[in-house]
């Protein structure tokens, strides 16, 4: 059987690792509710269980994982009363700080903040907030 992902004019015979194609899974945005960011905002395995920051920029509410909800990283203490680590590898820090991220955004009008992504049509940003945070 052809491999479907080999690419055009090549043959799979020739036992070559093929690249697989790019992954079509969207990951929500832990800030706003945002469901089409291309990369999760953490990554999880066994070496990294409590989550590595994948530095993904939110282009909804411009949250970037690991920079903005880690004190040291973005200069600002979102969670002061958390105890231990005020890093986004800790996962009480980073936690307190996405409530406080999702506040500030919802009180500042829930904008749409970036000029590269363009806002979808009819978003609909109370309904996106809804469904990721029911
Ligand atoms: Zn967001």
């Known amino acids: 059987m ?5 690419p055009v004019g090549l043959s799979s015979r020739s036992g070559a690792r093929l690249t697989p194609p790019m992954s079509n899974a969207r990951y929500v945005c832990l800030v706003c509710g945002y469901s089409d960011l ?3 905002p953490y990554y999880f395995d066994s070496k990294r269980p409590e989550g ?3 530095f993904e920029l939110c282009p909804c ?5 690991g920079f903005d909800d880690d004190a040291g990283e ?3 203490d979102l969670a002061p009363e ?3 680590d005020h890093s986004s590898r800790n996962p009480a820090y980073r936690e ?3 409530l406080v991220l999702r506040k500030r955004w919802v009180s500042t009008g829930m904008q749409w903040s970036d000029g590269c992504t363009r806002k979808p049509m009819e978003w609909d940003p109370s309904a996106q907030l809804r469904r990721a945070f029911p």
């Open 2 to 6: 052809a491999d479907p992902f080999a």
């Open 38 to 40: 291309p990369e999760p």
């Open 52 to 54: 590595e920051p994948s």
């Open 61 to 65: 509410c411009d949250t970037q994982f």
């Open 74 to 76: 973005c200069g600002e």
């Open 82 to 84: 958390v105890v231990g």
């Open 96 to 98: 307190a700080a996405h």
